[in-house]
């Protein structure tokens, strides 16, 4: 008989959808991603007591899931997290921690319920370890898992476009508008190669303004694209050379491996960890560094940077492929149920 799987996700499947459907071989799930609240409140009353309906459902449902399950498993160390340590426990709990978790709910969860906190990198264990009291037995890296099946080059031969790309949300963390200022001195430096800069993702509230006036003063607005969200992202990965991340802090960057696994090269600004998922000449500091980076790029011989690509893919398929990080979390949960 299937072990029973408590699977408790606090709204955003992004990253553990494909995992979660291809648990359901080997576990009886039950899964909760929350309570959804009543659209139109008519009163600030209303709005308190629909804020307090929506707390007490989520804490019912998810006290419903522990008791029923063999072992539970949360996605997002926030929350719902917070909601289920502070029951009485009635299952072993697993949670992943993705980032921003641990600056906002570290003094909010009771750390000593967990029987395994999954990090997404070795460096965010680092960063857990140095904030929160859990001991290191209890702390495991299993990494994102990226679908090889669709994420992967479209086509055998792949051309150079001379695009270069980054995808995410447009907030500051995600330091678009210094990247627009990098690109502004490559174009400088390489002028006949005609490179564009697109950017995808998410924009909301006024960082994105901020952007789009820089691009404007900058008289780049040809070379610089500000996409929006993408439908097809396999299709938009397939477009550019180079994925580049330019956070000041990630967790681990899917959208970096997602893009290897389609043939792009990856650049990354150095963040805290970056260093466990590219090698040193892919990683820059400053915007010189990115300029030389990218110019080696594009003259490099078409023979290294096939290699490249290949190599790239490769890297992603035997460390982050979906059957292997499935495999370990599945073996996870069965040590525990």
């Known amino acids: 008989m299937p072990k029973k799987l408590g699977v408790i996700c606090?709204?955003?499947w992004k990253?553990?959808?494909?995992?979660?459907?291809?648990?359901?071989?080997?576990?009886?799930i039950q899964s909760y991603d929350g309570y959804k609240p009543r659209l139109k409140m008519i009163s600030d009353h209303e709005h308190v007591k629909g804020f307090i309906e929506n707390r007490l459902v989520n804490k019912r449902k998810i006290d419903e899931i522990m008791k029923w399950s063999d072992v539970t498993f949360f996605e997002w160390a926030s929350e719902f997290l917070k909601i289920g340590t502070h029951l009485p426990k009635s299952t072993p709990i697993v949670a992943r921690l993705h980032r921003f978790e641990i600056f906002k709910y570290d003094n909010q969860i009771d750390w000593d319920k967990l029987d395994m906190?999954?990090?997404?990198?070795?460096?965010?264990?680092?960063?857990?370890?140095e904030r929160?009291?859990?001991?290191?037995?209890?702390?495991?890296?299993i990494y994102n898992a990226?679908?090889?099946d669709k994420f992967k080059p479209i086509l055998q031969s792949r051309e150079m476009t001379y695009r270069l790309g980054i995808l995410g949300d447009i907030i500051p963390r995600k330091r678009v508008y210094e990247l627009v200022l990098a690109f502004k001195e490559l174009l400088e430096i390489m002028p006949d190669y005609n490179l564009v800069l697109s950017v995808a993702g998410k924009m909301e509230g006024e960082y994105p303004e901020f952007v789009k006036n820089l691009i404007k003063r900058l008289d780049i607005e040809g070379k610089v694209i500000l996409?929006?969200?993408v439908d097809d992202i396999v299709k938009w990965y397939n477009s550019i050379d180079i994925i580049v991340s330019h956070s000041m802090h990630e967790g681990a960057h899917l959208a970096v491996h997602e893009g290897k696994a389609c043939g792009c090269y990856p650049v990354?600004?150095?963040?805290?960890?970056v260093e466990e998922f590219l090698r040193e000449g892919q990683i820059y500091f400053t915007n010189a560094e990115f300029c030389e980076i990218v110019n080696n790029f594009y003259n490099?011989?078409?023979?290294?940077?096939?290699?490249?690509?290949?190599?790239?893919?490769?890297?992603v398929v035997s460390t982050y492929g979906l059957p292997i990080i499935v495999n370990k979390f599945q073996k996870l949960f069965e040590s525990l149920a």
């Open 227 to 229: 996409e929006g969200r």
């Open 15 to 28: 990253f553990f959808k494909d995992i979660y459907d291809n648990l359901k071989d080997n576990f009886e």
């Open 300 to 315: 490099m011989s078409e023979a290294k940077r096939e290699t490249l690509r290949k190599q790239g893919r490769e890297e």
């Open 146 to 148: 990226i679908n090889t």
């Open 117 to 129: 906190l999954v990090l997404v990198g070795k460096g965010m264990r680092r960063w857990v370890h």
């Open 132 to 141: 929160i009291d859990i001991d290191e037995s209890r702390t495991t890296v």
């Open 268 to 273: 990354s600004h150095w963040w805290d960890g």
């Open 10 to 12: 606090f709204q955003n």
